[in-house]
């Protein structure tokens, strides 16, 4: 553990008070807001983050509203911001503080801990900024500084590292102001010390920063290598009835997109033609009770949508249909669906959903 700097908390808070961006988030103390605001810039930049966060606070006010809405218009309100396992859990967990928490939120780090969809970060970011409880923040912004600021080569992503950052992050916190302390954190990784060409010709901490005095930027933080990305081939099946209708199905199951719509669905090796398409047995088994006029590829180049440890290639086929099968919808019923973000793209695309 490298020797604490009593200063280090001082120059932060004063260089943030100095530096902020004004937040909408950060002028409320209200844990749910903060909450939200939290679930919702996991993964996702304040930019795109902030127009869901005034989305959500206006359908839902509260709790007790969250805990109340049906899950596919919590899903579809959340459209478009990906990771949907963020939109089940805050839904789930205002459940939670209603039913069990007598609609109290909680106000101590462990219990904020056991909402569901929140971990160590976000229980210390609510605990501290709501409840004035000194528990620190450590996310990859934190590390950063700090493996710079105190030139700190354990692996950012290994268990030794996360122990030893979470306990220097403890040990920095100003506990008369850690709701302060822990926010300016945040900031100066997010909007100074950044990942690449950091400002430290004008930072406050040049004089004593490691990296900086020892030429060690380019080495700082040290992270082990990533898990290898999984390539998936998804061919949709977007039929059409003549009744300009189309179908539909949830997504069940564990895995990407739970209980999100999406058009049927055969996942193949590798990318296939449409000979090797109408072969393969899932495809077969979808289809055994279709009676299809026609099959044809509507996108010869896959859409690339790629995820944290995915990456999907996905083609859209348009069946035309002879009859109409079980459960279709029509154009306006499948607008109105939680839909991934990919599949929304498309329905907003396809001039037969769109001409009329
Ligand atoms: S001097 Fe550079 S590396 Fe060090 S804390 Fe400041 S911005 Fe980060």
Redesign the pocket.
């Given at each position: 553990m490298p020797k604490i700097n009593s200063q280090f908390s001082k120059t932060l808070i004063t260089w943030y008070l100095h530096s902020k961006r004004n937040l909408p988030w950060r002028s409320v103390s209200n844990p749910y807001f903060i909450w939200l605001s939290e679930i919702i810039l996991q993964q996702t930049r304040v930019a795109q983050g902030t127009p869901y966060y005034f989305k959500f606070i206006s359908a839902f006010p509260n709790v007790k509203d969250l805990a109340e809405a049906d899950e596919e218009t919590v899903l579809k309100l959340w459209q478009g911001l990906g990771y949907y396992s963020r939109a089940r859990n805050l839904h789930a967990a205002a459940k939670y503080i209603m039913t069990d928490l007598n609609g109290v939120f909680p106000t101590t780090f462990s219990e904020i801990l056991k909402l569901k969809g929140v971990g160590d970060y976000t229980a210390s970011a609510i605990a501290s900024i709501c409840f004035n409880e000194p528990t620190a923040v450590v996310d990859g912004n934190v590390y950063r500084?700090l493996s710079?600021?105190y030139g700190i080569a354990t692996p950012i992503n290994s268990t030794p590292g996360i122990k030893e950052f979470k306990l220097l992050a403890q040990k920095l916190i100003d506990a008369s102001q850690p709701g302060t302390h822990n926010q300016a954190m945040m900031e100066f990784g997010a909007m100074?010390?950044l990942p690449k060409n950091?400002?430290?010709i004008n930072?406050?901490?040049?004089a004593t920063?490691v990296?900086?005095q020892k030429d060690k930027?380019g080495e700082l933080p040290v992270k082990l290598k990533k898990t290898k990305v999984k390539h998936r081939y998804f061919n949709f099946l977007v039929v059409l009835s003549s009744e300009r209708k189309t179908l539909l199905n949830q997504r069940k199951g564990k895995g990407i997109w739970q209980n999100l719509y999406e058009f049927p669905l055969v996942e193949t090796k590798g990318q296939v033609g449409e000979a090797e398409l109408v072969l393969n047995e899932d495809f077969k088994n979808l289809t055994n009770k279709w009676e299809m006029e026609s099959i044809s590829l509507y996108n010869e180049e896959a859409v690339v949508h790629k995820l944290s440890h995915q990456h999907l290639y996905t083609r859209f086929w348009i069946v035309i249909l002879n009859s109409e099968i079980e459960q279709m919808q029509t154009i306006s019923e499948i607008k109105e669906k939680a839909v991934p973000v990919l599949i929304g793209n498309f329905i907003d695309k396809f001039p037969p959903f769109n001409d009329f």
């Open positions: 500084v710079r600021y100074h010390c950091p400002d430290c930072c406050v901490f040049n920063c990296a900086y930027l």
